[in-house]
């Protein structure tokens, strides 16, 4: 079949599976099968797939059908304009925590110091560490996380980059240098895991393939960012920034219990969702 049919196909195929958005992940994994761009698949409609490029296509469709993440099938995904490789060691970088990375480079903006410090806690893949060095690179800038398989997906992902980014081992800021840097930092960032624990019968199969330790914060989802929160009041220093992802349910909450930070503001997404909890030391 042509590169067009193909398409079609597998827009047919994902729909029936109830993938959430056929047309964008069919376009994806055709990118993937054939080892092109979007500019150069909407160019070769007419081509013909020959044998092995369509067992590639067809084998990458059957993983999606089943609902593996799209990230995880074609190896990687895309945030602040960075191609990071994830796999299920690592929670997929969502959309909505390109804003939180907007949040912390507005606050820089005005930094006075020429070098700054921003300390990502919780770095996963390490999205939101990398896309602020790739905007500052004159900051620096460090992640932290308690998983050392997680550890091994953001140190690949800068060595891939050429980010100059520094990842520690440390549970939130318990381990001596994640405490070293937090005392020297203008910004600590964190998307720490943020849902109840009651969600995990609700999730959809694509959120369930993520690591379960990357996604839930007890019982109302805040007990991870409440001792961030505790641990930040002890180290940082006076006039540094905290920026949190949290979710609708729970960031008001939290913000309420922010007793003698300054400047303590809740912003929302793209969609008005109330997400983003800021506050100053």
């Not at 081992?169 to 849902?195: I, T």
Request: negative net charge.
């Amino acid at each position: 079949m042509t590169v067009f049919e193909a398409r079609v196909a597998t827009e047919e195929r994902l729909t029936a599976a109830a993938v959430p958005s056929p047309a964008a992940d069919a376009a994806q994994l055709l990118e993937a099968a054939l080892g092109c761009s979007r500019t150069e698949l909407l160019l070769a409609g007419n081509r013909r797939l020959d044998r092995s490029e369509a067992e590639r296509l067809d084998a990458l469709v059957a993983r999606r059908e089943a609902r593996e993440p799209l990230q995880h099938v074609v190896g990687y995904a895309h945030f602040y304009g960075l191609e990071l490789q994830v796999d299920g060691r690592v929670l997929v970088p969502r959309p909505e925590t390109e804003r939180l990375v907007e949040l912390v480079l507005a606050d820089l903006e005005g930094a006075s110091a020429p070098q700054p410090v921003v300390l990502d806690v919780g770095a996963g893949s390490g999205a939101i560490a990398l896309a602020v060095k790739s905007e500052l690179p004159d900051a620096e800038v460090w992640g932290a996380d308690v998983s050392p398989a997680a550890l091994a997906v953001a140190k690949a992902n800068a060595l891939r980059l050429g980010a100059d980014v520094k990842f520690i081992e440390s549970d939130l800021l318990a381990g001596e240098e994640a405490r070293v840097v937090a005392r020297r930092a203008r910004v600590l960032v964190a998307n720490l895991p943020y849902l109840p624990d009651a969600d995990a019968a609700l999730l959809a199969p694509e959120a369930a393939a993520d690591p379960t330790t990357a996604l839930f914060g007890g019982p109302d989802g805040t007990a991870l960012a409440a001792r961030l929160v505790a641990q930040a009041w002890e180290l940082l220093p006076a006039g540094a920034l905290l920026a949190l992802e949290l979710d609708p349910r729970n960031v008001h909450q939290l913000a309420a219990e922010l007793t003698g930070w300054q400047g303590v503001a809740v912003h929302p997404d793209l969609v008005g969702r109330s997400r983003y909890l800021v506050a100053y030391r």
